[in-house]
């Protein structure tokens, strides 16, 4: 395990309407070196508040692992490239995790 502290991935999650939009994002953060990984999970329901009332939607989940320096440049390629009027990108700092798989993050997005 790596050691608390020194760790910089952070894993990104953001929601997409389907799978177009979710293959598009997912091989572009991946491609431009914005994430080292990009998992996409199907079929997920969403509840949420819209113009005053509760909508429910079908979407797909992308799972993201990224180092923290990246997340503003991926924030800002998720909200030119998605469709969504407001798209959900949520963070979460990473402090633990297999030495190996941080390191391979670190080394697989651009420096």
Known sequence: M????????????????DEVVAKKLSRGLVEVRLAACVNV?????????????????????????TEDKHVPELTDYVNKNHGYEVPCVISIKVDK?????LDWIKASVKA
Request: aromatic share 10%; hydrophobic share 35%; charged share 15%.
């Open 2 to 17: 790596s050691q608390q502290g020194s760790v910089t991935a952070r894993v990104v999650f953001v929601t997409c309407p």
């Open 41 to 65: 999970i199907h079929g997920l329901t969403s509840l949420y508040w819209w113009d005053g009332k509760v909508e429910q939607a079908t979407e797909q989940m992308l799972v993201i692992k």
């Open 97 to 101: 995790g297999s030495t190996k798989y």
